[in-house]
């Protein structure tokens, strides 16, 4: 589906509107989609259809996933997220996972971004090496 311009600019607007102190706000959020519903503007699918992407971003961005080979302790896991918290801001929702895969090291992902320090990760750029 092909988007205005003009809903690209509504629905960002839209999405600062929701934004409190650097937060996506999630009552703003149902308020603005049901507003959006009721007045039906025209292209009000685009906006919302934008406004969904953006915020689906948002989330990721505020997501970080903490993959290890084995279970972390626990001083080390309130290490790390104190860390990422420093590094992304407040607000970052942090979920640590289990992977024997892994083989050793530790691997995080913050929205986009790919920290990978595992053996797993090494071996296979040894592997390209050759």
């Known amino acids: 589906m092909k988007i205005s311009k003009q809903a690209r600019r509504e629905a960002k607007s ?7 102190n650097g937060l996506l706000d999630d009552n703003r959020v149902r308020q603005a989609v049901q507003q959006v519903i009721a007045q039906k503007p025209r292209g009000y699918v685009g906006i919302l259809s934008h406004f969904q992407r953006l915020v689906k971003l948002d989330i990721a961005r505020r997501t970080a996933k903490v993959e290890s080979a084995i279970p972390l302790a626990p001083p080390l896991a309130s ?3 104190n860390r990422l918290t420093q590094i992304y801001g407040a607000g970052l929702s942090v979920s640590f996972a289990q992977n ?31």
């Open 100 to 130: 024997p895969g892994l083989i050793g090291g530790m691997r995080i992902q913050v929205g986009s971004d790919v920290y990978d320090g595992t053996i797993q990760a090494r071996l296979a750029a040894l592997e390209q090496g050759f």
């Open 14 to 20: 839209l999405f600062r509107i929701c934004v409190v």
């Open 79 to 81: 290490g790390v997220q």
